[in-house]
T-cell receptor, first 116, second 112 residues
Framework: EAQVTQNPRYLITVTGKKLTVTCSQN?????MSWYRQDPGLGLRQIYY???????DKGDVPEGYKVSRKEKRNFPLILESPSPNQTSLYFC???????????????FGAGTRLSVL | LAKTTQPISMDSYEGQEVNITCSHN???????ITWYQQFPSQGPRFIIQ???TKVTNEVASLFIPADRKSSTLSLPRVSLSDTAVYYC?????????????FGAGTRLFVKA
């Protein structure tokens, strides 16, 4: 089954404790992306990747890191989490970079993160 | 950068047709128009995409006028389960990058 898998689904942590949220897709997609969603602010893109070893900042990259060492995986790293990073996070992937295909994205189930 | 504008919310009753319009005055020549549906605490789900005129699939129809400065998502005979947030998305390749920018979305509430 074609899917985007995020782990963990729920995470409670404390300020400053490094964490990684994993994302994996089994569709051989080129484009992968991370979003955060907060009440009243909609979906905001954190980082995206056009292919292996190629990443770029979205609209809210501060406090986050990503890597794309393999095509299928795109982990999100919070080196020193802070309470303002408490949010619902989504990973997504799409087939290609062409205008038409980039915007047809498949989303994971989400990771709800609480930073105390 | 193409920016989209949608109504914040809409109410409907079961069995009615719902039309949600999105404005995208600065749409670029190569931009496609894509719509997503999102239920609470779930990831958005692709519904439909179009470039011009009309596109129809098993879920919805998408109407795009000749000037492409707006588009209308049409949901036929909605049910309670269509209560969700609907996002209109337009390409962003004008910036030279590959960002994806979701607007605020339209919260549709279907009543019995």
């Amino acid at each position: 089954e074609a899917q985007v898998t995020q782990n963990p689904r729920y995470l409670i942590t404390v300020t400053g404790k490094k964490l990684t949220v994993t994302c994996s897709q089994n569709m051989n997609h080129e484009y992968m992306s991370w979003y955060r969603q907060d009440p009243g602010l909609g979906l905001r893109q954190i980082y995206y990747s056009m292919n292996v070893e190629v990443t770029d900042k979205g609209d809210v990259p501060e406090g986050y890191k990503v890597s794309r060492k393999e095509k299928r995986n795109f982990p999100l790293i919070l080196e020193s989490p802070s309470p303002n990073q408490t949010s619902l996070y989504f990973c997504a992937s799409s087939l290609g970079l062409a205008e038409k295909t980039k915007n047809i994205q498949y989303f994971g189930a989400g990771t709800r993160l609480s930073v105390l | 950068l193409a920016k989209t504008t949608q109504p914040i919310s809409m109410d409907s009753y079961e069995g009615q047709e719902v039309n949600i319009t999105c404005s995208h005055n600065n749409i670029a020549t190569n931009d496609y128009i894509t719509w997503y549906q999102q239920f609470p605490s779930q990831g958005p789900r692709f519904i439909i995409q179009g470039y011009k005129t009309k596109v129809t699939n098993e879920v919805a129809s998408l109407f795009i006028p000749a000037d492409r400065k707006s588009s209308t998502l049409s949901l036929p005979r909605v049910s309670l389960s269509d209560t969700a947030v609907y996002y209109c998305l337009v390409g962003d390749l004008n910036t030279g990058g590959f960002k994806t920018i979701f607007g605020a979305g339209t919260r549709l509430f279907v009543k019995a």
